[in-house]
């Protein structure tokens, strides 16, 4: 290399350091005024220099769960989240932005979701801190204590059999932050004949991972609902925020249901899991029946939920199972769609659309349910 060429190497290099030190010095300048602007309340500004920073510097961590933060004090819970979980997908091991999460759980009402996330990390004088915030609040009275909700559906049949219809009305009472009791009345109609369906329902959360519940119920003088069912179930929560198990719920079920025409017995097993950090969760449940001529039989449903912020949720199911709606066993299959909106922090509407097919005849119907607290 000779004396001219040695010189122009060495300038351009010199350049380069000098553009590489004045870029970050230019990121560490504006990530500082953010972080300044966010303490000091002056959140929309530190959100437009914390956008400007991502976008230059997409792979900066600190920016993003600045970004996180700031967003979460506007209320933009959603494209908080969304900042939160990339920080984390940029340092998988960054403890401030789990526990920033977690408080965005309990902002957002998912105080269960908030407890897990929290004891799946190393303890820290935050999210100890957190933790008992969390719990405090739980222990706390609560302004919707009472639940109402109210149903109503009808069922066009093919082949010319009459329809179906349904009322359905529950009233709960939330006894403490983990736990609750209900009772409900069901009145159906199935091919000009009517029952009442009556049940009453203890759940609880019996830790941080673990809820159940029981039921008991029947229909006097039944027809074709069960004159007695018992039911109990749980779900179970892994206590892991990152990895295959991360936001996984696995359900079971177990029913007893003596129905004029013999006993049925059945088991469910599935589970529902958030697919990493988007808005659509998958699940499936296993299905097991013993019908009342004693013959086993399974079946099985999936489902899909979407989740377009907050208030919004899509539902697709698909199920291919044994069924004893009209007071004897038959394979069913159905496909339903339900959109559920959320109002206000009080009130809920939930649409279902669904259509059966089985051996004899096809069903289509829908069913609208609203729920609201008080």
């Keep these: 290399m000779n004396w001219v060429t040695f010189k122009t190497v060495s300038s351009i290099a010199a350049a380069l350091c000098l553009c590489g030190h004045h870029a970050l010095a230019q990121t560490d300048n504006r990530l500082a005024r953010a972080t300044e602007a966010r303490l000091s309340g002056e959140f929309e500004t530190a959100i437009e220099l914390l956008q400007s920073e991502t976008t230059q510097a997409p792979e900066n961590a600190d920016a993003w769960l600045q970004l996180g933060l700031s967003l979460m004090a506007v209320q933009k819970y959603g494209e908080a989240r969304e900042a939160l979980n990339r920080t984390l997908r940029i340092a998988p091991d960054y403890r401030d932005a789990e526990i920033a999460l977690a408080r965005l759980d309990w902002f957002e009402g998912k105080d269960e979701q908030a407890l897990r996330r929290l004891s799946a990390m190393p303890s820290s004088p935050e999210a100890d801190m957190l933790k008992q915030r969390i719990e405090e609040a739980q222990r706390e009275p609560q302004a919707h204590r009472m639940r109402l909700n109210l149903g109503i559906g009808r069922s066009e049949l093919s082949n010319g ?12 009472y939330q006894t403490s932050p983990a736990s609750s009791i209900s009772f409900a009345a069901d009145y159906a109609e199935r091919f000009d004949l009517s029952d009442i369906y009556l049940e009453a329902r203890a759940a609880g959360r019996l830790n941080e991972r673990l809820a159940g519940f029981v039921a008991i119920g029947g229909a006097p003088d039944a ?4 004159e007695l069912s018992l039911t109990t179930g749980a779900d179970f929560y892994p206590s892991v925020s990152r990895g295959p198990l991360a936001d996984t719920v696995f359900s079971g079920e177990a029913r007893y249901a003596d129905y004029p025409a013999g006993p049925v017995q059945s088991a469910k097993a599935g589970f529902l899991k958030r697919l990493g950090d988007s808005d659509l969760s998958l699940g499936a ?4 029946l013993s019908d009342e001529n004693g013959e086993s039989r399974s079946g099985y449903s999936l489902r899909a939920d979407y989740a377009f912020d907050e208030t919004r949720t899509l539902r697709l199911d698909y199920t291919d199972a044994p069924e004893t709606s009209d007071g004897v066993t038959l394979d069913v299959k159905s496909y339903g769609v ?24 096809d069903r289509t119907g829908v069913f609208i349910s609203t729920g609201l607290r008080f």
Aim: overall charge positive.
């Design 223 to 226: 027809i074709f609902r069960p």
């Design 285 to 288: 449940t296993g299905i097991f």
């Design 338 to 361: 339900a959109w559920r909106q959320t109002l206000s922090p009080a009130l809920t509407l939930q649409i279902n659309v669904f259509h059966e097919t089985r051996r004899v005849y």
């Design 161 to 172: 059999l009459p329809s179906w219809s349904e009322i359905a009305v529950g009233l709960g």
